[in-house]
């Protein structure tokens, strides 16, 4: 029966193949009347879907449509590198700003960050780093920018957040690209400076995902400015969760905005508009805060009535009436690759460098946690997709900084990196058990664990990231011919619209057998017969011809699922997300080949690069057979998966041998280690959590062979047993250690009761209410008290 359908397929290629051979044939047999059915289901495109589909550029994903990724080209893409100023400025002033973070105090104690924190963020311009240095910003690479946030973050959400809002999408980004001159020189040296705090806000009770149906307004008509009358904006709005806005002190507002009197001589209904509020504006209602999720960066709600502004508030003056939403669409790449994607795998480092540490020195049943089965698993995942992480952000930045506006790319990055930091913290706190859940100032992880909704939620929440925005826009942007394709089916001139169709049809059949026929050679030989193209030096040719394999099975994939369901697809939001994830992965592990390759294929690392590509193949081809499983043409689907995998599955997840070899790197100070976390704040301050747990680890290795050294003896019946003390008295009265050897037990001992040790708080300290009932402390525990 598969045999069979095998066969028909087959023909049915065949077919296909000579009659895009015949011009005349093909217009008038197919084309013609494929035009007309593509012009009556197609749905024209909303002005708001044209502008978030043209936004931005097409880069590696580009390739990975292609079904034929060129892995010269990722070898060729420029990694960028920190300046030795930016360098310099991440030892210095970030280095100390980490050290003044009490991340405790912040959360717990003062609900934000401490005057004097605030007043150094802004004097050392980190509010400004987007800005170019003629207006007194930093001018910094997306790298530095995302090295910066990511070192932060591994101190401080709060202060990652405070620090990273500014330099995303909000009044500098859209004023750098659409402000008009005066806006430039007024605002950019004050916002670097940090005499203005900005925020953003877009977001408001009834629009939260659907940004664009927004309900606030700005109506165009005379009113009042210091004494005179002129021409402006009425605004009314009511926004809310709005980053930095209850101390903002300039508020850029994107609102709806309606001429309805034509004192602009144009249509009454201009769309979405971008504008900068002053907050000491009259009208303008700010200043109450959100509580998320003990987090303690300033957020909040906002409202104006009636605010009245002159029109050259608007962000680009009167060319930037109703260009809102194309503003937003166009600066939205940049944020959304840098900041989440740092925070994440700043966070993911945490984890990698703490947990792997607890997990070498917390001992039960006589042993490090680390080296039993079930938490190497866990621990595993978080040495692996630290790594993934880490190798998606650096590409991602060398992108931008090679200047390009990775539209698809940034929704990847975003949706992927704080995914796979769900994931890897949600691992850290179960190895980390009671220690990890009691929240003090020993506790590192718990405060991160907290946050982690945010960062699913905000930039475009998650499922709807997912499920809408990865595949639906890289079907458009990133698939070499269907943009094409749509754009002659909406050409108004029929006749050059079917010219236009035809050719770029034939050239997408063309491509598409060749993706068919390639598949199913690739299916039945393993890929093993592939040229490379580059001469390998250490890389894991294997990884290379599999993601080839799995990359033209998703270019087939996905044109056969648009083909069949057309415009439908875009409601079928469960195919589109399963598509999504594959080009996701297949992203994530070439950003892990193109860091393993850049950083000269170091040995100790290919642990890491190994469980990272066959992580993302084995992901691949369980969303590609889920895909295949749930189209709903049934016969489709299962010609579909035997086309794709014809031996069947072809990937399994990281094997258990591979990822003992993951978890012996985070258990033992190393260079791969060093390299996995690189960039994370390491405190020196003795009582830093982080501090102890590498003291901890190191002290705990270096007692290692002293204490193998005992149990020979024990085994022997040279030394009796007995309480720890008793054992190392009696190593050292049978000439078993020395007393140096005995100091540095004892020492590993006190170091691993340091970082075992939870805080435990006086029952008045915590809580807020000086009127609560107290639970009365029962008579005996008082007494022993
Ligand atoms: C801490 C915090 C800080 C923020 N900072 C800012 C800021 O500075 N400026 C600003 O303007 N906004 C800000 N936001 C707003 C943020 O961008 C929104 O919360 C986000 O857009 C989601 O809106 P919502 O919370 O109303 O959720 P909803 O829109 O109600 O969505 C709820 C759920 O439904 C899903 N969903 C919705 N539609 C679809 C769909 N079609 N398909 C699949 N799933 C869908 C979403 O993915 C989500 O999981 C912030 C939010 C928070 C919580």
């Not at 910003?137 to 997306?142: H, I, P, Q, V, Y």
């Not at 394709?485 to 029929?494: I, N, R």
């Not at 990359?551 to 079928?572: E, H, I, V, Y």
């Not at 086309?643 to 190393?670: I, K, N």
Request: with cysteine; hydrophobic share 45%.
């Amino acid at each position: 029966m598969q045999g069979t359908m095998l066969w028909i397929l087959a023909a049915a290629l065949i077919g296909l193949a000579l009659l895009t051979g015949l011009p005349d044939w093909r217009r008038r047999l197919l084309m013609r009347p494929l035009f007309r059915t593509f012009k009556r289901v197609l749905p024209p495109l909303s002005q708001t879907e044209r502008e978030a589909l043209e936004a931005g550029t097409v880069g590696w994903d580009g390739e990975l449509f292609s079904g034929r990724p060129d892995w010269n080209a990722l070898h060729r893409y420029p990694v960028s590198e920190l300046s030795e100023h930016e360098q310099a400025f991440l030892d210095g002033p970030v280095e100390a700003l980490c050290r003044q973070l009490d991340d405790w105090r912040i959360t717990h104690e003062d609900a934000d960050l401490a005057p004097e924190v605030w007043d150094f963020i802004k004097q050392q311009g980190l509010f400004g780093m987007i800005i170019p240095r003629r207006y007194g910003g930093l001018e910094f690479s997306a790298q530095a920018h995302s090295r910066v946030v990511m070192k932060i973050a591994s101190r401080s959400l709060t202060a990652a957040v405070t620090v990273m809002v500014p330099n995303s999408l909000g009044p500098a980004k859209l004023l750098l690209h659409y402000g008009t001159a005066e806006q430039k020189d007024h605002y950019l040296p004050r916002l670097a400076r940090g005499e203005e705090v900005p925020c953003f806000a877009l977001t408001g009770p009834e629009a939260g995902s659907d940004a664009a149906s927004l309900p606030d307004t700005g109506v165009v008509c005379f009113g009042e400015l210091n004494g005179e009358r002129v021409l402006g904006i009425r605004l009314n709005w009511d926004k809310r969760y709005i980053t930095l806005g209850p101390v903002a002190t300039l508020l850029g507002l994107a609102f709806h905005l309606y001429d309805p009197d034509g004192h602009l001589g144009s249509e009454p209904d201009l769309g979405i508009t971008l504008a900068l509020i002053p907050t000491d504006t009259p009208g303008v209602e700010i200043g109450r805060r959100h509580y998320p999720l003990n987090s303690a960066f300033q957020n909040g709600p906002n409202r104006g009535h009636d605010v009245f502004i002159p029109i050259d508030q608007v962000i680009g003056g009167r060319d930037g009436l109703g260009q809102g939403w194309r503003m937003l669409m166009e600066c939205l790449a940049d944020g959304r690759s840098i900041s989440l994607p740092a925070l994440a795998t700043g966070a993911g480092k945490l984890c990698s460098r703490a947990t792997g540490a607890y997990a070498a020195v917390r001992k039960q049943f006589r042993l490090p946690i680390g080296r039993f089965e079930g938490v190497a698993e866990a621990l595993a995942r978080i040495g692996g997709n630290t790594y993934l992480m880490d190798a998606a952000r650096g590409f991602t930045c060398s992108a931008l900084d090679n200047g390009e506006q990775p539209a698809v790319v940034s929704a990847i990055v975003k949706y992927h990196l704080t995914e796979r930091m769900r994931e890897t913290v949600n691992h850290a706190m179960d190895i980390q058990g009671g220690s990890g859940i009691c929240l003090g100032p020993r506790n590192l992880l718990g405060r991160v664990y907290q946050a982690v909704p945010i960062s699913i939620t905000v930039e475009g929440a998650n499922i709807l990231t997912r499920s809408m925005i990865i595949f639906g826009q890289g079907a458009l942007r990133s698939h070499p011919y269907v943009l094409r394709e749509l754009e002659a089916v909406q050409d108004p001139d029929a006749e050059a619209g079917l010219l236009a169709f035809d050719r770029a049809l034939t050239a997408h059949l063309r491509w598409g057998l060749g993706n068919a026929v390639r598949c199913l050679w690739y299916g039945l030989t393993g890929a093993r017969l592939q040229r490379l193209g580059f001469r390998p030096r250490g890389e894991p040719v294997v990884a290379y011809r599999q993601l080839t394999r799995l990359s033209t099975a998703f270019a087939l994939s996905a044109d056969l699922a648009m083909f069949t369901l057309g415009g439908s697809l875009k409601r079928r939001e469960r195919l589109s997300a399963r598509l999504g994830d594959v080009l996701s992965n297949l992203y994530l592990g070439s950003a892990a080949l193109k860091q393993f390759h850049a950083q000269g294929c170091p040995e100790a690392d290919r642990p890491l690069v190994e469980w990272a590509w066959r992580e993302c193949a084995h992901r691949a081809q369980e969303a590609l057979l889920a895909l295949c499983d749930n189209l709903p043409n049934r016969w489709l689907g299962r010609l579909l998966k035997l086309w794709l995998f014809p031996l069947g599955r072809s990937y399994a997840p990281p094997s258990d041998a591979l990822c003992d070899q993951v978890v012996a790197l985070l258990l033992r100070p190393g260079e791969a280690r060093d390299r996995l976390t690189a960039g994370l704040f390491l405190p020196e301050a003795p009582d830093a959590t982080l501090n102890r747990l590498e003291t901890a680890l190191t002290l705990s290795v270096q007692a290692e062979p002293v204490l193998r050294r005992i149990r020979a003896a024990m085994q022997a019946g040279r030394v009796d047993s007995g309480d720890p003390e008793q054992r190392l008295e009696a190593a050292l009265a049978a000439g078993v250690i020395t007393a140096a050897d005995a100091d540095r037990v004892r020492a590993a001992v006190a170091a691993r009761h340091e970082v075992i040790a939870v805080d435990a708080f006086d029952p008045a300290d915590l809580g807020h209410n000086p009127d609560r009932i107290r639970t009365p402390i029962p008579t005996t525990q008082a007494e022993a008290g």
